[in-house]
């Protein structure tokens, strides 16, 4: 067995008691919600954790809310909300469809009875030359985000360029959605597309002790389309090799383009957000459909991170954004 | 040769990546939840998960184990009803919660569909089926609970996350479909 | 209908329910009063001398009960005899990374891995060779340090090299009217059971050493066992619990079996070894990377006048069965197709990578993928259509070879009969939509080897039954199941012979204190050669069953038959009684009831007598041919494989649920190796400016993905709908003509596929495995190209 290694376990049932144990523990606590990235890197012992804060009693963190404000209405849902509910919650499936596939395409039936949307937003970044057992990182000589003094994915290079392999980021930052964060410092907000850094070793805004309490998703308008897709070798169990969201502003009055973007993941740390205002006044079709892919392919770079070869997951994310537009397309028509 | 030597490597595990082993400090808890119906209660150390407690203290060894880290559905058993990954919840976590492994299907007589497993021939090695059986029950009971029937390629989602190295899963279908049809809408779980 | 009244009808496996319902153990179920858990420490490089290994720090931690390093195993083992290259633990160099070092015994896992951790190595690192060209190329980097009988240092990586020819091969080629020329690529690819590897250990006070492990050959780890301890082998015993798949991959000794084994011995204590999903990877033994160059001669009506094969094999740091892969790589190939004339040459070449080995198939997969692409593309070359230009060279009963095999049946028509019905091939190729197409191809398998292993006149298989006076059966088999169901087939036979309910049988199998001696689940054999031997034994008792009743009803003993339950009377069937009451009979006139068989292969007549000519040589062939329907999506170069048939000629269903379940698991196995799986190794050196780091922090060789997560294998939504097609030619050397059904049905899959995507697309991918990417890329070369 995957042994993990001896560690203590703390069950608060509050934020505030969350935090405070965070506080005391430091560096060697680490949150843990539904533990389906958490405990796999344990054991490969990749990262390490004496104290674990289990964030699962923590009634504050629960719950889903669609709530109005002036503009419209937004969704409300509690970080700790894992991804079946989302994904069967009849609320979600109503006004953000797209998160709801997104959410029942994660992992595994399994996996998304156990796994936060939370969880699911902080996971560990992803590439083949950390993913693996002590032996071999000890047989490569490790790298930046273990003992290495080099990356391999990017030879030369200064930082870790390791993948955020989420199935939900992209599609959260394409709608807009926003973080309510709560830390020793209190609470703050931050909009999801500007949460991810670049720094594979430290690749979220959390500051020391934060917890990710609530995700706001504004309920996109009518005129508003999006589409989630996501390509893996398998069709079950796999992280997402290509992770795109496709956002297209309507005008209300006439199906032509005024706004949107295309947010790309799975490339390095941070999702790529790509805005489509030079197209407005487009119309949804064919001619769209390559041109967004066009942009896709032209702007985004897989690296070799996350094992599967990354010239092809270029040339698959171009079709997939083509096939996010024409899908907005026929549903238009139809 | 001498150490200095480019060509000698001194190695430990991990002690390049400055990990220390560790085996001391025990964090152990009673733990208390129902398994398969009845109250137990096991002492387990906190970094210790369920299939560990499950197969290793409580000498229930139905419950399989393919890859330890959440990638084959082998040690698949069921919390409060839904399925879920022993090999990735601790053990402690289980705590006041309804646990059922593939011992506690169908008592006193075989589960229809353990039943159906057995008619179709959907077992080989049968080391996959422990898993396959728990997730499919949860699929069932979640559909009838739904007033639904499942598709073949429902069903075969819902196994999505169990890996079977034997069948071609083309009996193991056949099975749950079957054991669907003999559940129907019965009171039967 | 039917001759029999068991066999041929549908059974439940005799020992599913116990899987099913948690009762069953697994190896690693078993526990022992104070046993200890065994870890094993492997080295971080691919190839590299060891200097010295400290073992102080971990004997110091307290729970560790005791350490060992190769000094301690240092007889070299193999399950071929010949080729014994392996030690249990590592003592003068290690080979590839994860190769074996030092083991410790500690009385939990986390204290094991910590001793395990404690351990320091140090090491001279050496070349690496991942290639296995450049092995071969290679004549001072030498992977294994062998001497010629004269003494001198065998200077060349190359483990085995068969050299082959049959017939006038140059006047084959000379005059053809079609020469088709390819290079094929069949990579690597792995068993992957869901139950990891274990062994438990537990040397007794009595002396006796007992292992309970999770083989498939118990009766070849019992004598390596015996060897490398150095232990008479009356006293140890293996026994092999239930086993969770093994597939080719549970098929000789490990380094966890020793360990535990050496280790119990040192502490007295039971000791048990679990490896990781990353150990099993690292175990490997799986499908050989092949290297073809094939050439292929046609007549103008698509006969084959001659096939020329250039091959070179992958081995990686061990022999394991490679002499045998070497000679399967060629010898398995001359049916069922005839050949005018045939040449092969193949070379295995060591490599600093995890040993390969037999895998589901062994040795044949991979030329199967050439030939069929190969005879498809001759058919398109020459306007034949596919199924018909196989037909016209079908092999005819009672044939030889061109390699001097006998084939005793030959079912391979109506195979390709039935997938030509059943998949509409006739009415729907050619007519499909855009991205759509059907592939076939053929094969063929062995149903056991003539000659075991080693050198011995003693039987394949034994078997013994005793029959208890409450109308039970007992079967004491060596046979492994290994989840393919050779326990419910032993059941059946003796069910059949003994007219008792399936249920009312109880096999015992494979522990080698209780059981006569089988060879194990390899190559296909256990239905045949325990078949046999059951069937034989069985005779024996209903014999005697029969003649007790006759004497009792004062009746000719041809006039009394068992079945159902009873023993009955022929000529007069209401004359019947209770089974039971027919044993109580027998043992009252013979005394306890107990009846062994065996079963010794064919020697004459059915090889030839050049040297390696018994290689490959089986007592009955089994034939499969399937056809494939994929779609390709032009726009991503994906392909999804629809919809697969299969038809096998498996000589007599014996229990046809069985069969099909074995034609269902091979065909699924083999589309997963056609698109989707790959075992490999990081390319050499990692850096982008192609600067290799040799000799490296040992990259070269590591092996990229050892997970069910990045090794992937098919969910139930990867998985085509397979239909399998029993196809019954009863083979004069089968029990009641039964022939195997548990490897041949992969073969076909992979050259299907490659076939209908070429009937889709229009692109040949030679070189697997088909991704996405390679059929875009030849996608995008076509549509240049015009
Ligand atoms: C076999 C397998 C396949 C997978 N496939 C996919 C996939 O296809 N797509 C995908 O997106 N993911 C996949 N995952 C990864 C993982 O299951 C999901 O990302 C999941 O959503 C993580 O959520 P969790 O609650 O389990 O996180 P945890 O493991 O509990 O936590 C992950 C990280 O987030 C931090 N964290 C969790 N919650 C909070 C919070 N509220 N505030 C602050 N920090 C927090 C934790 O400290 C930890 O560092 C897979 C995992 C496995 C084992
Ligand atoms: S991107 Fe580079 S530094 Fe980061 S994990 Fe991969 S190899 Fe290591
Ligand atoms: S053992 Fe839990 S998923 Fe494999
Ligand atoms: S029956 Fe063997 S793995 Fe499923």
Redesign the pocket.
Known sequence: MLRLRPLTLHRPTSLAEAIALKSEYGTDA???????????NLKLLQVDAQVLIA?ADVAE?RGIEAVDDDGGSTLHLG??TR?STLAADPVVRSLVPSLADAAG????PQ?RN???????L???TRCRYINQSQLFRDALGGCLKSHGKECHVVPGGQGCVAAL????APLLIALGAELDLLGPDGPRSVPLGRFYSTDGLAHTD?RPG????RVRVPVPAASTHVRNR?W?VRKS????LVAVAVRLDLDPAAPVLTGGRIVVGVLGPRPRQLPLDRFAGASIDEALALQLGDLAFDRSRPLPNVPYDADYRRERLRVEVRRAVRDIAASLEG | MPDNDPNVLRHRLGAAAGQQARSEARDVRVVAFTLNGESVQVAAPAHWTLLEALRYRLGLIGTKQGCD???CGACTVRVDGEAVLSC?TLAVMAAGRRVETVEGLGVGRPHPLQRAFDDCGAAQCGFCTPGMLMSAAAMLDQARAAGRTLSRMEIAAGLGGNLCRCTGYVRILDAVEQAQRELGGGGER | MSEFRVLGRHHRKIDAMDRMTGVERYTDDLTLPRMLHCKILRAPIAHGRILGIDTSAALAIPGVEAVITGADLPTPYGIIPWTPDEHALCFDKVRYVGDAVAAVAAVDEETANAAVAAIEVRYEKLPVLDDPHAALADHATLIHERRKPDGSLVTNNISKRVELSFGDLDAAFADAELVVEADYRFHGTTHTPIEPHCALAHADARGILTIWSATQVPHYLHRELAKVLGLPRNRIRVIQPALGGAFGGKSEPFDLEFCAALLSLRTGRPVKCLYTREEVFLAHRGRHPFDMHYRTAFDRDGTIRGVDARTVLDGGAYSSFGLVTTYYSGQLLCSPYRFGAYRFDSRRAYTNKPACGPKRGHGSVQPRFAIEVQLDKAAVALGIDPIELRRRNALTVGERTINEFAIGSYGFLDCLAEVERASGWTERRGKLPRGRGLGVAGSTYISGTNYCIYPTDLPQSGVQICLDRSGRVRVFSGTSDIGQGSSTMLAAVAAEELGVALEDVRVLAADTDLTPVDLGAYSSRITLMAGHACQRAAKDLAFKVRSAVATAWDCDRSDVVLAEGQAMRLSAPETAMPIAEAFVLAEVEFGTLGATGSYQTPREGVHGDYRGATIGASPAYSFTAHVAEVEVDEETGEVQVLQIWAAHDCGRALSPTLVKAQIEGSVYMGAAEAVMEHHHTMPSGLRADGKRRDPGPGVAGLLANSSL?DYRIPTALDTPDITAIIVEHPDPNGPYGAKEAGEGPLHPAIPAIANAIFDAVGVRIDALPITPEKVLAALRARTEAR
């Open positions: 680490t949150y843990f919600a539904g533990g389906t990235d958490l405990l796999p964030l963190l970080a700790a991804l395409r994660v992992a595994s996996v156990m796994a936060t949307l939370g969880g699911n902080c996971l560990d392999s989420t199935d939900t959390l934060e917890i990710v309490v996501k893996a169990i796999d992280f997402p | 880290k959440g990638d990735l | 997560l």
